[in-house]
């Protein structure tokens, strides 16, 4: 089995800052990582997704994510943040399946101006 | 194309009572689920079904029933509702099981309240 954890729960940043948003995972067998994005009163959409080849991913909306194997981290991150890019973001493993899929808790970004 | 649909949007339910939260796609996707949303939880799986006619369990199926009978609908019945299930309910469906190469597209959520 594996297990996500999502390091904050909430992340407060000003319109224009960067933004990390950190992702650990547990695994006994190769994962592949997701992230998903939760928009006030939607359903989740995918950002980006991490299958294999360059450890940096780029995602819609300017976001990316960069996967660690030797730290088991997916950190996503975006250089300059917009009002807009305020939600709930969750982080996601499998092994291979989609009922396999674990999320982790989420962490809601919330952008001020 | 819809997408995914769910309804009702919202749902208010005295305990004891039983009710079935609708979810259809238009995507001919073969891969189906629902998910719950808690507080700090973040999702957790009820039931999926990876085709017409087969569904499994997943992480929390306990009070709750699914059936596939086409392709494009995928319900979930409440028995006997519970202050436990009070959440938010996702239906999630992909082309395929296969996580690595066909994403989750999700519903916009049914918001149900038991009493």
């Known amino acids: 089995a594996q297990s996500v954890t999502q390091l904050d729960s909430q992340v407060p940043v000003f319109e224009e800052a960067p933004v990390e948003l950190r992702c650990n995972y547990s695994s006994s067998v190769s994962v592949y990582l997701f992230w998903y994005v939760q928009y006030p009163n939607q359903g989740l959409q995918l950002l980006l997704k991490y299958l294999s080849g360059s450890t940096l991913v780029k995602g819609i909306n300017g976001f990316e994510a960069e996967f660690n194997k030797s730290q088991t981290s997916f950190h996503l991150r975006k250089p300059s943040v917009h009002i807009s890019d305020t939600a709930e973001y969750f982080c996601?493993?499998?092994?291979?399946?989609?009922?396999?899929?674990?999320f982790g808790k989420g962490t809601l970004l919330t952008v001020n101006p | 194309n819809a997408g995914v649909t769910q309804t009702p949007k919202f749902q208010v339910l005295k305990t004891g009572q039983s009710m079935t939260l609708q979810c259809a796609q238009d995507m001919n996707h073969e891969y189906m689920s629902w998910y719950r949303q808690d507080p700090g939880m973040g999702l957790r799986l009820i039931h999926y079904?990876?085709?017409?006619?087969?569904?499994d369990q997943g992480e929390v199926p306990n009070g709750y029933n699914v059936s596939r009978s086409t392709t494009e609908d995928f319900p979930l019945r409440l028995l006997s509702a519970a202050p436990s299930q009070t959440s938010v309910y996702f239906c999630a469906s992909s082309y395929s099981t296969g996580g690595y190469n066909s994403p989750l597209h999700f519903g916009n959520g049914t918001r149900l309240t038991v009493t």
């Open positions: 996601a493993v499998t092994p291979g399946s989609n009922y396999k899929l674990t």
């Open positions: 079904s990876v085709g017409a006619g087969i569904t």
